[in-house]
Nanobody, 123 residues
């Protein structure tokens, strides 16, 4: 399984970015997919996940970010609107075939990780 994240960059507060994560080596439709982020000096934290048709979000992401998947393209997206300086972090995509719903927010429950893409939001 390989995950390749892209789409990060430097934006001003209030602007939007869309992250993409292309997957290979897996039956994409069978996997839960997630996004986590890690800011300097902080632990990796949950942002959003999609399992089957259900989505979940962190409190900070709810209402601003949207996770979606395109099974035909083996790609998961994270649309991030109204970005804030505190959203600055390296964003990682993750995949797992066996993660249970109650463990989606636990980074240790995810089997595969992408390399990360940097998002920097200036004030």
């Amino acid at each position: 399984v390989q995950l390749q994240a892209s789409g990060g960059g430097l934006v001003q507060a209030g602007y939007s970015l869309r992250l993409s994560c292309a997957a290979s080596g897996m039956v994409f439709s069978r996997y839960a997919l997630g996004w986590f982020r890690q800011a300097p000096g902080k632990e990796r934290e949950f942002v959003a996940a999609v399992k089957r048709g259900d989505t979940s979000y962190s409190d900070s992401a709810k209402g601003r970010f949207t996770i979606s998947r395109d099974n035909a393209k083996n790609t998961v997206y994270l649309q991030m609107n109204s970005l804030k300086p505190e959203d600055t972090a390296v964003y990682f995509c993750a995949a797992s075939a066996g993660v249970i719903t109650s463990s989606l927010r636990n980074s240790g429950a995810w089997a595969y990780w992408g390399q990360g893409t940097q998002v920097t939001v200036s004030s």
